[in-house]
């Protein structure tokens, strides 16, 4: 069975630093691609970034150049610098099967999700 629980989130000035980690048990990384989606007040959840089975990774434009993800041992994490009060959100952790390299990251690609972690930028 799957399980995913986020960490790290907090508040952060403009321009600081966060790392979010999503401990994991029953994912097997080489058959699961692994997401970081984000919900913000009053907005659709969004694709943040993708790691893909072949260890391609895809990120959103707005995240570009500033957040990267990655895998350590069982632990997906989004490193993310230089956040803007725009980046405020529930960021939530995901699990699942696509195209790897798929440029759109949909929701419905993954059957897995974590609980969220908020992260909240301020100006």
């Known amino acids: 069975q799957v399980h995913l629980v986020e960490s790290g989130g907090g508040s952060v000035q403009a321009g600081g630093s966060l790392r979010l980690s999503c401990a994991t048990s029953?994912?097997?990384?080489?058959?699961?691609?692994m997401g970081w989606f984000r919900q913000a007040p009053g907005k659709e959840r969004e694709g943040v970034a993708v790691l893909d089975t072949d260890g391609s990774t895809t990120y959103a434009d707005s995240v570009k150049g500033r957040f990267t993800i990655s895998q350590d041992n069982t632990k997906i994490t989004l490193l993310m610098n230089s956040l803007k009060p725009e980046d405020t959100a529930i960021y939530y952790c995901?699990?699942?099967?696509?195209?790897?390299?798929?440029?759109?990251?949909?929701?419905?690609?993954?059957?897995?999700w974590g609980q969220g972690t908020q992260v909240t930028v301020s100006s």
């Open positions: 995901a699990a699942g099967w696509r195209v790897p390299g798929n440029p759109i990251m949909m929701e419905v690609d993954f059957a897995h």
């Open positions: 029953g994912v097997t990384f080489s058959t699961y691609s």
